[in-house]
């Protein structure tokens, strides 16, 4: 397999796995944004060189669009191969080449967000603990900070105290989100149109700075959804499960 990193240069030339479309599609055009803006903070995608789910996308913890505290760390914001490419070792050479990476540029580690019992969106906790990864911290309900120290004397990284206990102000339901996710993109309209038809509360808050993310009210920015203050899911909803939520809360 080769392995393409995005760069300034490709950026428009290039698929992202998770949206492959061409580039006047919503979820593209928001995702390539995002991360041409990410590159020069040290961002990096690589992908393989196919066509369909099989990358790595990672950043220095420092500049991470979510609120851990990590200094000196590689933070994986997203590591998904699924469809033709699973199977197939790629996940282990795109982390292979991660750890490479963060090596050479004198990190201490690479963390990422998971959960004890794999949930959408979430790397898998088998799959991490696999590699050598450890639970570090965790965030109410479900959430766990992993690392890979490369040194038993790093410092062991940790949630921020304002995503341990999630939780946010206002009434019905409040959304936080960013473009960090294309699919954000394209499902936001669509629930805050849902919501407005249907007469259901729905706040939206898009998380549009890394000082934002990183003091976010939930372990997980680019999807939090909350409803009377409780946080709900980090699943990006379609229409169909957001009513369904809805009727089961509000009747």
């Not at 994986?76 to 699924?82: L, T, Y």
């Not at 490369?150 to 062991?156: C, S, Y």
């Amino acid at each position: 397999m080769n392995y393409i990193r995005i760069t300034e240069e490709n950026l428009d030339g290039e698929h992202i796995c998770c949206a492959i479309s061409n580039n006047r599609d919503v979820q593209v055009m928001s995702k390539k944004e995002w991360l041409r803006e990410r590159l020069d903070e040290g961002l990096v995608f690589l992908k393989g060189d196919v066509r369909g789910k099989c990358f790595i996308e990672y950043i220095p913890a420092e500049y991470a669009w979510v609120p851990i505290l990590a200094e000196g760390y590689m933070h994986i914001n997203c590591f998904w191969v699924a469809g033709s490419s699973k199977g197939c070792g790629y996940g282990d050479e795109l982390l292979e080449q991660c750890i490479a990476d963060a090596k050479e540029k004198g990190k201490a580690g690479l963390t990422v967000i998971s959960s004890a019992k794999k949930k959408p969106f979430l790397s898998d906790p088998k799959y991490l603990a696999h590699k050598g990864f450890r639970a570090a911290d965790t965030a109410e309900p479900f959430f766990e900070l992993w690392y890979l120290p490369f040194a038993e004397e790093a410092e062991t990284p940790g949630f921020k105290d304002c995503a341990k206990a999630p939780g946010c102000e206002g009434q019905g339901f409040v959304l936080y989100y960013t473009n960090g996710c294309p699919f954000t993109a394209k499902y936001v309209p669509l629930l805050k149109q849902c919501a407005d038809e249907r007469g259901i509360g729905l706040t939206v808050i898009k998380i549009d700075s890394r000082e934002k993310a990183q003091n976010a009210p939930a372990a997980w920015t680019n999807f939090a959804l909350f409803h009377n203050g409780k946080f709900m899911t980090n699943e990006i909803l379609s229409e169909k499960k957001f009513l369904a939520l809805a009727d089961s809360l509000c009747g």
